[in-house]
């Protein structure tokens, strides 16, 4: 069984950065896509990024020139990177992956910005 967890996560003033790691453990095979989504309080889950396991990246435009998603399939472990932080960053960061037709998901690690 794929399992997807997430790290990372805090507290930071606007304008700081924060990197979030999502390590997939479970199997022997790269995973698929992955992704990042996000869900704040009252709000959908919504994409924040994505990245093939070929490097093709593609982000949300409330996020681009700000975050950066990587990924070492060595490790089948995906990055984000996210700097000038603003409040409105302020959710649940959710780890997402697919693996022969399968969804995955993490816990969700979150991420609170200060103002």
């Known amino acids: 069984q794929v399992q997807l967890v997430e790290s990372g996560g805090d507290l930071v003033q606007a304008g700081g950065s924060l990197r979030l790691s999502c390590a997939a453990s479970?199997?022997?095979?790269?995973?698929?896509?992955m992704a990042w989504y996000r869900q704040a309080p009252g709000k959908q889950r919504e994409l924040v990024a994505s990245i093939t396991r070929g490097g093709t990246t593609n982000y949300a435009n409330s996020v681009k020139g700000r975050f950066t998603i990587s990924r070492v399939n060595a490790k089948n472990t995906v990055y984000l990177q996210m700097n000038s932080l603003k409040s409105e960053d302020t959710a649940v960061y959710y780890c997402?992956?697919?693996?022969?037709?399968?969804?995955?998901w993490g816990q969700g690690t979150q991420v609170t910005v200060s103002s």
């Open positions: 997402y992956g697919t693996l022969f037709g399968v969804n995955y």
């Open positions: 479970g199997t022997i095979f790269v995973i698929n896509d």
